[in-house]
Nanobody
C-alpha cells in the first residue's frame, strides 16, 4: 500500500507558476498510476490531471490543458504537477492520488484508491 504526501502549495498572484510534489512511500511507485485532483471551497473534488505508471501517457481536464503539466519520476518516488499561468479559479486544495498500474481511472478522471492529505494553492487576482 502506498502513502502519499503533497507539498509545494502556497499563495501566488495570478499569472505565476507553482510546482506541486507528491512523495510516495511504502510501495514501489512504478506500480502505480497517479492523478492530481483539487477541491475548491464549497465545491466537489474534481479531476485535474492523470499519468500512467511509466509516465509515458498523460490526460488533462480541459480547464488546465496547456497550463499544467503532470509528470512522474519513479526513481525518486515522486510525482509532480507544474502549474503555469495560474488563475484565481485555480484556488483549491490539491490532492494527489494513486491506483494500481492496471487501473484506468488516471485516463478517465475517476477517483483513485489512495490519497494524500492535500496542499493548499491560493491564487490572488
Amino acid at each position: 500500500q502506498v502513502q502519499l504526501v503533497e507539498s509545494g502549495g502556497g499563495l501566488v498572484q495570478a499569472g505565476a507558476s507553482l510546482r506541486l510534489s507528491c512523495a510516495a512511500s511504502g510501495s514501489t511507485f512504478s506500480s502505480y498510476n497517479m492523478g492530481w485532483f483539487r477541491q475548491a471551497p464549497g465545491k466537489d473534488r474534481e479531476f485535474v490531471a492523470g499519468i500512467n505508471w511509466s509516465g509515458g501517457s498523460t490526460y488533462y481536464a480541459d480547464s488546465v490543458k496547456d497550463r499544467f503539466t503532470i509528470s512522474k519520476d519513479n526513481a525518486k518516488n515522486t510525482g509532480y504537477l507544474q502549474m503555469n499561468s495560474l488563475k484565481p479559479e485555480d484556488t483549491a486544495v490539491y490532492y494527489c492520488g494513486a491506483e494500481s498500474r492496471y487501473g484506468g481511472s488516471w485516463a478517465l478522471g475517476y477517483d483513485m484508491d489512495y490519497w494524500g492529505k492535500g496542499t493548499l494553492v491560493t491564487v490572488s487576482s
